[in-house]
Structures are given as structure tokens and as C-alpha cells.
């Protein structure tokens, strides 16, 4: 894999980055996403990740436009992972001037709720890190025209299916799925079912959900436990993840619990403990030096945040991957013309060496029967991750050997 060179100062990223608030000649990019809250560590870390790839091409001048140099002004907005508030901020990004493009969300609803407003204004939107299925699959029936909305995520069938894939490994053949009751989580319940039924290995013995806030599922548990589960298949965001694996600690339901990505956050390592030893779940980026992109960017990130440990490296990765994009596409375009920008995203004509991957036309020509054009992961971009004393590593060597290798 080409090399990828941070050059980021620490001090470059202490608050937001500065901008000459009189220059006319910017780029003007929002990101959007969860800065607080239960979802905080995947949107701030998605934030944190995207400024870093920001401060670098503002040290070399800026994103190259037709033939010159445009610094890039950030507008940053905190949806706080509240349907009502991301369509607000939308609104509010569909009518401001100059816009550019928007990278960001976690939540679905959120995306549900917010991005038709930057469709019908034509401002490209990256998603990233996250949302689930109906994110993209809202813009198939009815079928949308000339798609603005792309994302930057593994999405959740090629997640669910490696989930059941890992679950068939390990020969269990009665499995629960566990969910919150988020968007997020019933797509994510759906895309398992659909899975587990058209493998035909598993039955799945017990359905169950819980609500954000939730402390005790012991109750949801113990039903799973009496059913033979032999493991839990969970999908859900925020810290009560870590409640459900302290649970099956209390109530002795010693089985694996593997689950959608958001397994990896810093808020189900840390609340869980010991307990979340063991967590299985999909991921696009493992926070180890396996490639000298990868090094350069975990030390510049804690270079520049002070942290020793990224809260969510996979909304990092792709955060600072998805601003790698966006600038190869503005100069193909060479223009800051939003539909401009859309039709050279669907047609990257060079690739772009990322932290997590060399990109080679990730997107494709929007096509409503093959949602897939707009989204940029293949499963050979996903690896399953595996919880070990408190940090995210390779679930199989195989795959650390492989990613070291590119």
C-alpha cells in the first residue's frame, strides 16, 4: 500500500482549526455527527480524524481547484444523536452559501431525518462512520435521480454477514439477537435475520430488545440463557452495550457476544471491563502499526489530541479517509461545484492512497436497483476484530499478516 505522509503539528488541532474569517477563497466543508452523547466517540473521533486530514492539505495550501489552492473552512454541528436536531442542522446546511459538501452522522435517524434536505439542495454528503442500511436504501423506493448521498462505511450486510459467518465458525447452531431500539439497531436485527435464515445453519432461539438508557438486561439475558443460546448476536450503539456484556457476567452466561463494529468504542471497553474481553465485531481499521500509513497516522493522532488510545479508531480511519476523497474529487472536478464534485466521485479516475485502504474507484454511477455504486466498502476492506485487555486487535492473524503486507 502507497504510503501515506501526515504532517500534522499537535498544535495546529488544540479547539477547532483557525481560518481567515474575511477569505473568500475557502472551501467550504461541514462535518456533522454525535460530538456528545452515548455515540460521542465514533462521531468525535470521525470528527478528530477528519481535521487531521484537513490540517495536512491546509499545510500544502489547500485543496487544488482548477489549477490553484483553496484553503478549507470547517463548519462543524453537533447533532447530539437526535433525529429532531440533525434535521434542523440540514436545514441549516441545505440554505448556507457556499457550501461545498458534508461529511458525517452516525445515527440513522439522524440520516433518515436530515439528508433529503442536501438532496433536494444537490450538496454532496459523505457518510461516515456509520449508519445503518435504510440510510441508503431510502433513495431505492421511491427510486432518486442523480444521487448526491454517498457512504463511507462497511455496510451493515457485508457487517451481519460476518457476523453469522463467525458464529457458523465456531459451530453454533443456536444463537439470540439482541438489539436496541434505535434505527440503527432494528435494521441491523433485520440484516442478521435475513442472514441467519438464508444460510440455514443457525436457528435463532430468542429476539429481544432494549432502549438507549437501559441499565439492566439481565431480563432480556436470562430469556436467551433459558433458550440455549449459544451465543449473542447484538446490534446497538452507546454504552449499553457494556450493560448487556456485564449482564451475562452476573447471570453467568458464559457464551461469545459478537456484534456490529460499534462493539470496538471506547465506551463498551471501558464500562465493560473484563467482561468485554472476548467481543467480536467487524472493522475497517485496527488501531497497530501493521503499514507505515497506519503508524503515521496513529502517532499523529496522538500527537494531536493527547490521547493514547484512539476512542474509535474505525471513525478515525474513515473520517480522515473520506476527507482523502473528497479532495481527489475536487480537483478532478476543478471546481468547488457540488454536482461537479458528485460526478467525479462516481468516477475517481486515480486512485487514493488512504490510511485504511488504496482507494481505486470506490463509487460508481448512482443506480437505484444497486444501492452498492455510492457506498465505498468491499468486504475485502473488513476484518473481525476481537476485545483482548482492553484494546481492539486482529481476530485472525492471518488478516494482520495480510493488511502488513499491502
Request: glycine share 12%; aromatic share 4%.
Given at each position: 500500500?502507497?504510503?501515506?505522509?501526515?504532517?500534522?503539528?499537535?498544535?495546529?488541532?488544540?479547539?477547532?482549526?483557525?481560518?481567515?474569517?474575511?477569505?473568500?477563497?475557502?472551501?467550504?466543508?461541514?462535518?456533522?455527527?454525535?460530538?456528545?452523547?452515548?455515540?460521542?466517540?465514533?462521531?468525535?473521533?470521525?470528527?478528530?480524524?477528519?481535521?487531521?486530514?484537513?490540517?495536512?492539505?491546509?499545510?500544502?495550501?489547500?485543496?487544488?481547484?482548477?489549477?490553484?489552492?483553496?484553503?478549507?473552512?470547517?463548519?462543524?454541528?453537533?447533532?447530539?444523536?437526535?433525529?429532531?436536531?440533525?434535521?434542523?442542522?440540514?436545514?441549516?446546511?441545505?440554505?448556507?452559501?457556499?457550501?461545498?459538501?458534508?461529511?458525517?452522522?452516525?445515527?440513522?435517524?439522524?440520516?433518515?431525518?436530515?439528508?433529503?434536505?442536501?438532496?433536494?439542495?444537490?450538496?454532496?454528503?459523505?457518510?461516515?462512520?456509520?449508519?445503518?442500511?435504510?440510510?441508503?436504501?431510502?433513495?431505492?423506493?421511491?427510486?432518486?435521480?442523480?444521487?448526491?448521498?454517498f457512504r463511507f462505511a462497511a455496510a451493515d450486510g457485508i457487517q451481519s454477514a460476518m457476523v453469522v459467518e463467525e458464529a457458523g465458525r465456531l459451530k453454533f447452531t443456536k444463537v439470540a439477537v439482541l438489539h436496541d431500539a434505535t434505527n440503527y439497531g432494528v435494521s441491523g436485527r433485520d440484516d442478521l435475520t435475513r442472514r441467519i435464515l438464508a444460510e440455514g445453519k443457525m436457528t435463532i432461539v430468542a429476539t429481544d430488545k432494549f432502549n438507549i438508557g437501559d441499565k439492566d438486561m439481565s431480563a432480556q439475558l436470562l430469556r436467551a440463557k433459558a433458550a440455549g443460546a449459544e451465543a449473542v448476536l447484538i446490534w446497538g450503539i452507546g454504552p449499553e452495550l457494556a450493560a448487556v456484556a456485564n449482564d451475562m457476567a452476573k447471570i453467568g452466561f458464559k457464551v461469545p457476544l459478537i456484534g456490529g463494529w460499534t462493539l470496538s468504542m471506547s465506551n463498551f471497553i471501558d464500562n465493560a471491563g473484563k467482561n468485554g474481553d472476548g467481543a467480536m465485531m467487524p472493522q475497517t481499521f485496527i488501531e497497530e502499526p501493521v503499514t507505515k500509513a497506519a503508524t503515521a497516522f496513529i502517532e499523529s493522532y496522538h500527537k494531536a489530541y493527547g490521547v493514547s488510545r484512539i476512542p474509535s479508531p474505525v471513525s478515525a480511519a474513515q473520517g480522515y479517509d473520506s476527507v482523502l476523497l473528497l479532495a481527489a474529487a475536487v480537483k478532478q472536478a476543478g471546481s468547488t461545484d457540488s454536482t461537479k464534485i458528485r460526478d467525479a466521485l462516481e468516477d475517481l479516475r486515480e486512485p487514493v492512497a488512504g490510511v485504511i485502504a488504496t482507494w481505486k474507484k470506490p463509487y460508481a454511477k448512482w443506480d437505484a436497483a444497486h444501492p452498492e455504486t455510492h457506498e465505498a466498502f468491499r468486504r475485502e476492506n473488513v476484518i473481525m476484530g476481537m476485545i483482548n485487555g482492553g484494546h481492539v486487535g486482529f481476530a485472525n492473524p492471518d488478516d494482520r499478516a495480510r493488511l502488513g503486507n499491502r
Open positions: 500500500m502507497k504510503t501515506v505522509t501526515v504532517m500534522v503539528l499537535a498544535g495546529a488541532l488544540v479547539g477547532s482549526i483557525a481560518f481567515d474569517a474575511q477569505a473568500a477563497d475557502t472551501f467550504k466543508l461541514a462535518i456533522t455527527g454525535p460530538f456528545s452523547g452515548g455515540s460521542a466517540p465514533m462521531g468525535g473521533s470521525m470528527r478528530d480524524g477528519a481535521k487531521l486530514a484537513v490540517a495536512q492539505i491546509n499545510e500544502q495550501g489547500g485543496f487544488e481547484v482548477g489549477g490553484h489552492k483553496m484553503k478549507v473552512e470547517l463548519i462543524e454541528r453537533d447533532d447530539e444523536a437526535k433525529n429532531e436536531r440533525g434535521a434542523l442542522i440540514a436545514q441549516e446546511l441545505a440554505s448556507l452559501e457556499g457550501l461545498s459538501a458534508v461529511i458525517g452522522s452516525v445515527n440513522t435517524g439522524v440520516v433518515l431525518a436530515g439528508d433529503k434536505f442536501l438532496q433536494e439542495k444537490k450538496i454532496v454528503k459523505i457518510i461516515t462512520p456509520a449508519a445503518g442500511s435504510a440510510s441508503m436504501t431510502q433513495w431505492v423506493n421511491p427510486p432518486a435521480q442523480d444521487l448526491y448521498i
